[in-house]
């Protein structure tokens, strides 16, 4: 009885993994923002999905962009669509969260939405690509006042676990 559990064990351990391959991705890297009245900023981006399966997922986003003194946080999170298969890795989502802003001393929390998408580098069955591009279209919303008209540019590097 105990051969016949370990060699169960044994073969489900093996079937399985490639079942919990793949399943998570951490993103890093540098983002552009250009919100709607001309403000530039240059900060940062990271992100983590847990794929749920080998074209769908679910995504965390966090970023920081910054200038003069103007800072613009976000974290939103929602689903995300990809295509992990050969060398090229279109993905797109829609990320929903909240967001801050912080200028002289004052800070105000809102909400944030973002539409979006890219391409990454690197094959699927590889832990490491390269994010070419993620272009995302932004809305924010600071007390009481909406601005439809923002977008967001990130470039950096994909951990694959």
Not at 10 to 27: D, H, R, S, T, Y
Not at 96 to 107: C, D, L, N, P, R
Not at 113 to 124: K, T
Request: include cysteine; charge should be positive; aromatic fraction near 12%.
């Amino acid at each position: 009885m105990t051969k016949k559990l370990m060699i169960c064990l044994v073969v489900f351990g093996v079937l399985a993994v490639p079942a919990f391959a793949q399943k998570a991705e951490v993103f890093g890297g540098y983002q552009y923002t250009r919100l709607d009245g001309g403000w530039n900023g240059n900060g940062w981006n990271a992100a983590a999905t847990m794929n749920l399966n080998h074209w769908f997922g679910l995504t965390g986003d966090f970023s920081g962009a910054y200038k003069s003194g103007l800072h613009l946080h976000t974290y939103t999170f929602g689903p995300t669509i990809s295509h992990k298969e050969g060398p090229l890795n279109p993905f797109a989502h829609v990320l929903i969260g909240g967001g801050s802003a912080s200028a002289a001393g004052a800070s105000t929390n809102g909400f944030n939405m973002m539409a979006g998408g890219g391409l990454d580098m690197g094959s699927a069955s590889h832990g490491l690509a390269f994010r070419l591009i993620q272009a995302d279209w932004m809305m924010t919303r600071f007390s009481g006042f909406t601005d439809k008209n923002n977008m967001r540019v990130s470039t950096g590097l994909v951990v694959r676990f």
